[in-house]
């Protein structure tokens, strides 16, 4: 069975609309792109066409690796603590060390 069988999946929020949807039921982002070998539509969320197999660019869009740092909810992921942890380390640095040493 096809993934677009299954339904649409939204390449900027990562929700699964119903099959046959033209815009995403939560952000309202057009889910469909024209290719730009074939002209067909397909979705953005693949890297090929689904007609002719063709690389769809997707220069626009963020790294998976960005989504999982920034959008994973209110949750805090591991990424998310480490970044935190290396921010407060550098802001200590800077305002009680760097004045010792001037």
């Known amino acids: 069975m096809p993934p677009y069988r299954k ?40 890297s090929k066409c689904i007609h002719c197999n063709s690389r769809i660019e997707r220069h626009w869009r963020r790294p998976l690796w960005w989504k999982r740092m920034f959008y994973g909810g209110r949750k805090l992921t591991i990424s998310q603590i480490l970044v935190i942890g290396i921010i407060a380390l550098i802001a200590y640095l800077i305002i009680f060390e760097l004045p010792k040493h001037l």
């Open 7 to 46: 339904g649409v999946l939204c390449a900027q929020c990562d929700h699964l609309n119903p099959p046959g949807s033209r815009d995403c039921e939560y952000c309202h982002v057009h889910l469909w792109v024209a290719c730009p070998h074939c002209a067909q539509e397909t979705q953005p969320v693949f």
